[in-house]
């Protein structure tokens, strides 16, 4: 177990990478606060397959591009499990329209769940962190769109970029306390995120194509690396982005 008796709080966890980050620290030991939004019974496939292989969970709804939730989601994983060790900024939207054409609002919205929201969650969460003295682990779930554009996805790709700059800075801020900030830049991943690819082969066909390994990444590879990054094993590791991505990157470089 590699997670043993540590807390993490993973937003977005109803579904897709969320999800499987929460099933797995579970699986290695830890206390899991499954954020999510909407509907009460969002997130009962993630308690209830935690549940069922001995995990400990709670389920709280806040939406991270506002801070009183946000507090009030920091508060219910203390009042749960007292003490507050990993926070994974996993909740993430897209919309794909073409630029000329973006609705303002629509922009705004991306920015502010991808972006602001991790802002919001670590600045709540590195407040209690530095309050316990111990440390800490700060992981952003990015994307290759933090690096390499995507037609039709400007906001998306804005938030991302910025989440690297967020990410990079606070990891040399933080430091000093010991927690560490690091992103995971998957790439195309089996989740209901890219739902509208999945539905058109013609579309899946292009995007496999575009990955040398020619297949989706598997939400349970993501998890496997959060739990690295995470575990007392990668103390020394911060202010970086790890890809994982088939290869994406480097054959988009290379063409
Ligand atoms: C996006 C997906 C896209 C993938 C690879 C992800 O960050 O959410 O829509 O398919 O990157 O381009």
């Known amino acids: 177990m590699r997670l043993k008796d540590k807390v993490a709080v993973v937003t977005g966890a109803a579904t897709g990478i969320g999800q499987a980050i929460a099933i797995r620290f579970a699986q290695e030991g830890a206390a899991v606060v499954v954020d999510y939004i909407g509907a009460p019974d969002a997130p009962r496939e993630t308690e209830q397959r935690i549940a069922s292989s001995g995990g400990r969970a709670i389920a709280i709804a806040a939406d991270v591009s506002k801070p009183a939730e946000v507090q009030a989601l920091i508060d219910g994983a203390m009042k749960a499990f007292g003490r507050l060790d990993i926070v994974i900024n996993n909740a993430g939207i897209e919309k794909k329209a073409s630029f000329v054409d973006y609705s303002l609002d629509e922009a705004r919205r991306i920015l502010e769940v991808n972006l602001l929201g991790p802002f919001i969650v670590s600045q709540a969460a590195a407040k209690q962190m530095i309050k316990q003295g111990q440390g800490g682990r700060i992981i952003n779930?990015?994307?290759?769109?933090?690096?390499?554009?995507?037609?039709?996805?400007?906001?998306?790709?804005?938030?991302?970029?910025?989440?690297?700059?967020?990410?990079?800075?606070?990891?040399?801020?933080?430091?000093?306390?010991?927690?560490?900030?690091?992103?995971?830049?998957?790439?195309?991943?089996?989740?209901?995120?890219?739902?509208?690819?999945?539905?058109?082969?013609?579309?899946?066909?292009?995007?496999?194509?575009?990955?040398?390994?020619?297949?989706?990444?598997?939400?349970?590879?993501?998890?496997?690396?959060?739990?690295?990054?995470?575990?007392?094993?990668?103390?020394?590791?911060?202010?970086?982005?790890?890809?994982?991505?088939?290869?994406?990157?480097?054959?988009?470089?290379?063409?």
Request: with cysteine; hydrophobic share 40%; proline share 7%.
């Open 141 to 255: 779930i990015s994307s290759v769109h933090e690096d390499l554009p995507m037609p039709l996805n400007a906001p998306y790709c804005m938030s991302k970029g910025g989440l690297r700059m967020l990410m990079r800075t606070v990891a040399v801020e933080l430091a000093k306390d010991q927690i560490t900030v690091n992103n995971i830049g998957p790439g195309a991943t089996y989740t209901p995120i890219d739902a509208d690819i999945q539905a058109q082969p013609e579309l899946e066909k292009a995007l496999m194509s575009a990955i040398p390994l020619n297949r989706w990444g598997k939400p349970e590879e993501i998890a496997a690396l959060a739990t690295y990054l995470a575990s007392d094993e990668a103390a020394y590791v911060t202010g970086s982005t790890f890809f994982i991505d088939g290869g994406m990157l480097r054959q988009a470089s290379s063409s």
